[in-house]
């Protein structure tokens, strides 16, 4: 089995215009106002907060939940912008113990989407894991949401299979395409 690195996973990670910090009930205030809008839930499946104390809440579990030995880790960053502190939203990944990324995967407000934020955090995250020894990477990606895809192939992902009914989006199954990046030493 390859080694990597639990505790390096975990740190901050900087951009030349990001802020990666790990995810926690102190997010929750600043980031919640983002996960209102709907436009976010067009392609990913996840649910809709109910406020700001239940994301913290949340937030607050999964950063525990990685402490102490398991089987796979929750890592998650919220994303903050350098020059003036907003924040933009967030990216996560699950980590095996065998040193793969199973589930890396990332959101951000939709009056941030088209300036870069994303692939620029994105390919910042593939190379921290990979640096880490994280070996290998998957994401997946709703069929028809081409601005991820993009952003996944800039940040080294490879497009692979059609997984058919693998997600639930606005309570319909829909197709996702795995994408899978691999950093072999």
């Known amino acids: 089995m390859r080694v990597w690195n639990r505790e390096g996973v975990a740190a901050p990670i900087v ?9 926690g009930a102190e997010h929750a205030d600043a980031l919640f106002p983002l996960l209102r809008q709907p436009r976010i839930y067009d ?3 996840m649910r809709r907060p109910e406020s700001a104390e239940a994301l913290a809440r949340r937030w607050g579990e999964l950063r525990q939940e990685g402490a102490g030995e398991r089987e796979e880790y929750f890592f998650g960053w919220a994303a903050q912008r350098a020059a003036d502190g907003a924040w933009l939203g967030a990216l996560d990944a699950d980590v095996r113990a065998d040193g793969v990324a199973v589930n890396v995967g990332y959101w951000f407000g939709p009056e941030y989407w088209g300036q870069g934020y994303a692939s620029e955090a994105v390919l910042a995250l593939a190379g921290h894991l990979s640096g880490q020894g994280v070996h290998e990477q998957r994401a997946t990606v709703t069929l028809g949401n081409e601005a991820s895809m993009r952003v996944l192939e800039r940040a080294g992902f490879v497009r692979g299979r ?22 072999l030493r």
């Open 15 to 23: 951009t030349p215009r990001l802020r990666l910090l790990p995810l």
């Open 43 to 45: 392609w990913i499946s």
């Open 162 to 183: 059609v997984l058919p009914d693998n997600d639930t989006v606005g309570g319909c199954l829909v197709d996702d395409i795995e994408f899978v990046r691999l950093d």
